[in-house]
């Protein structure tokens, strides 16, 4: 595990740790390549643009990282409702107001509260000619970055704790596959 990936849980089954392992690393690939879509938008000396870049990029980027784990809010719906009912408390422990929700504009509003002094600083930096510019892409980049790493953490200690399945695309969706695969050549 990297430095800044939350241990999983010991007690985990090892097939259970390596799909929530890779459901975080394609989730980490899909933030890194949005965040460097607001560091570009924030480079632009164009007041206030990389706010609604940023804002319009968490609307959709956090939906998809839920969905990453099968906790986006379409996801935990299909859910059978007692597994969905221990998702929510799993939820609820972990105090994630996003998880298995529709992010709306105060849901956005709250979480850039959080990085607010990087927000004000980004803005402010960006009107000193290129060195400025560079400042504020760096700043947008760490700050979309931090958003949606915590997000990503949460995800994480959810689907350890309650046993959902993974959507497609996971290793244990691969796994599936292999073995109808070689359960048809076998026959």
């Known amino acids: 595990m990297s430095h800044d990936t939350p241990e999983l849980a010991a007690d985990l089954d090892p097939a259970r740790q ?47 990282l839920s969905a990453e784990f099968g906790l986006s809010a379409e996801q935990l719906d299909a859910l059978e409702p007692s597994r969905r ?21 105060e849901m956005i509003i709250r979480l850039v509260q959080k990085v607010g002094t990087r927000m004000a600083a980004k803005q402010v930096s960006k009107f000193v000619p290129i060195l400025g ?19 990503i953490r949460d995800c994480m200690r959810v689907a350890q704790s309650v046993d959902i399945p993974l959507p497609p695309g996971s290793a244990a969706h691969a796994d599936a596959l292999l073995a109808r695969a070689r359960k048809a050549n076998q026959g």
């Open 18 to 64: 390596t799909q929530i392992a890779a459901a975080a690393l394609r989730a980490r690939k899909l933030l890194h390549r949005r965040a460097l879509m607001g560091a570009v938008a924030s480079s632009l000396p164009v007041p206030g643009l990389d706010w609604a870049v940023d804002a319009a990029l968490l609307a959709r980027l956090i939906p998809r």
């Open 133 to 151: 510019q560079i400042t504020a892409a760096a700043l947008g980049y760490a700050a979309l970055r931090y958003l949606g790493e915590q997000h």
């Open 85 to 105: 009912e221990s998702v929510q408390k799993a939820v609820a422990m972990v105090g994630s107001v996003l998880i298995g929700k529709l992010v709306t504009r």
